[in-house]
């Protein structure tokens, strides 16, 4: 049985891409006109009282601890302990939406959804599974990816993770994902989670490759394909190499063709060196959706996300606010990439200048890792090997795959570690 508001929701998707997407869960999800919907009203009308939110307010103004006020001076009640709203901070949405068209200028003449705030950039890819994925409707991306994928699509949603192998003869695979996307448009449709600079291999295409990528999306769409690509941006900006292309492939996806369904996921948790905030955004893009068909999708996410955690933190989304407003963020993080940057090039070094029969660096040139492929070697003995045997913690991400993030990593312990990793492999393979 389908509630009457989710119908609402439907009947306004009918026809379009989006709504031909959903999955099970994403055609039952509707924003209730409940406690929230209803405080919202009293926010704007309720000028004697306001009855409605359960919180504890004096003269108008939510009341908070001194023990924990003291802590974070600047801040006013509200903007500490008071409820967000469900999709976030107004003033953060904008703020956002924003900055996503000054790093993407492609995006500045085109109509895409407001970003709504969700608990962390996982939370956004759980949402998105929830609204389309199921049993019957399975997601493609790279092997290897983050192991978070797989037990969200398939523990999680009981979907299929469709996996095509990232990278042939030392470059980005462009003919393996053409042949698996193509593959699964045989049953109508296709879903494909593109993360780019990669995890765990830190790899982010090329100029020329971000073309091709967009062309097979364009491809299929022509051909019928109804193609959702969920950019998962992650660690968007981290580029350490000229030809890398620099804007997201959503600036690109977001009007590409009216069978093609655009979502970002991205957030200040790497990007603006924020991780334990937990903030982070979806946001959507179509080609042909009205303002009345985006609102729809944004209340089906909006339900994903008030049926889960209600809402996300408010203090990170203020603290956010006021860190964008200050005037120096941008240099700040500018001097933070250049730390990133240098021991790329330290590791980028290291690798180019050794070899080893028993383990390979995968193609990296942007983010926050690198990994190797232990051909003959299981990663995880690997891994145990260093950490038992040096005290080198590594990420074996499956029996091939030994991700290392250099960006935890001080510059004079980079040529400590990758020896002892070459060292190790070499000692495991004899």
Not at 83 to 97: E, F, I, S, V
Not at 311 to 339: D, H, N, W, Y
Not at 349 to 377: A, Q, R, W
């Amino acid at each position: 049985m389908i509630n009457p508001l989710a119908q609402e929701l439907n009947d306004a998707l009918k026809g379009t891409t989006p709504g031909e997407l959903l999955s099970d869960v994403g055609i039952r999800l509707y924003f209730p006109k409940g406690i929230i919907a209803q405080s919202g009203e009293a926010k704007k009308l309720g000028k004697t009282a306001n009855g409605t939110i359960g919180t504890t307010v004096v003269e108008g103004k939510p009341i908070m601890l001194p023990s924990v006020k003291k802590y974070v001076p600047e801040l006013t009640a509200a903007e500490l302990v008071g409820y967000a709203p469900t999709a976030g901070d107004p003033a953060l949405r904008a703020m956002w939406k924003d900055s996503i068209i000054r790093k993407n200028p492609l995006l500045k003449d085109k109509a895409f959804s407001m970003p709504v705030v969700v608990p962390g950039l996982t939370a956004g890819i759980s949402y998105l599974a929830d609204l389309f994925l199921d049993e019957t409707k399975p997601l493609i991306a790279a092997d290897p990816s983050w192991d978070n994928y797989i037990l969200i699509a398939e523990a999680r949603r009981n979907s299929r993770l469709v996996q095509f192998k990232m990278f042939q003869d030392g470059k980005f695979n462009i003919a393996g994902l053409k042949e698996t996307m193509q593959k699964q448009a045989e049953s109508g449709s296709v879903r494909i989670l593109l993360n780019f600079p990669q995890n765990p291999s830190g790899y982010s295409p090329t100029a020329d490759e971000a073309k091709q990528l967009v062309s097979i999306v364009r491809e299929l769409a022509e051909k019928g394909t109804k193609v959702m690509v969920w950019c998962d941006d992650a660690y968007f900006g981290l580029n350490y190499e000229e030809n890398i292309e620099k804007q997201s492939l959503f600036a690109y996806l977001c009007d590409l063709h009216e069978n093609v369904l655009a979502a970002k996921i991205d957030g200040p948790t790497k990007e603006d060196f924020a991780w334990g905030f937990r903030t982070g955004f979806v946001t959507f893009g179509c080609k042909g959706l009205s303002e009345a068909q985006y609102e729809a999708l944004v209340k089906k996410l909006m339900a994903a996300i008030r049926s889960s955690v209600s809402c996300a933190a408010t203090p990170s989304q203020s603290l956010i606010v006021k860190a964008a407003a200050s005037g120096t963020m941008e240099a700040e993080k500018a001097e933070f990439r250049k730390i990133l940057e240098r021991r790329y090039k330290l590791v980028r070094t290291f690798v180019d200048t050794h070899t080893s029969k028993f383990i390979e660096p995968l193609p990296f040139n942007s983010g926050y890792f690198m990994s190797f492929d232990t051909k003959t070697l299981n990663a995880e003995v690997l891994r145990q090997k260093l950490l038992n045997e040096r005290g080198i913690g590594t990420i074996s991400i499956d029996s091939k795959t030994l991700r290392v993030a250099f960006s935890s990593l001080d510059e004079d312990k980079i040529n400590i570690v990758y020896q002892a990793i070459y060292d190790a492999a070499d000692e495991l393979g004899k």
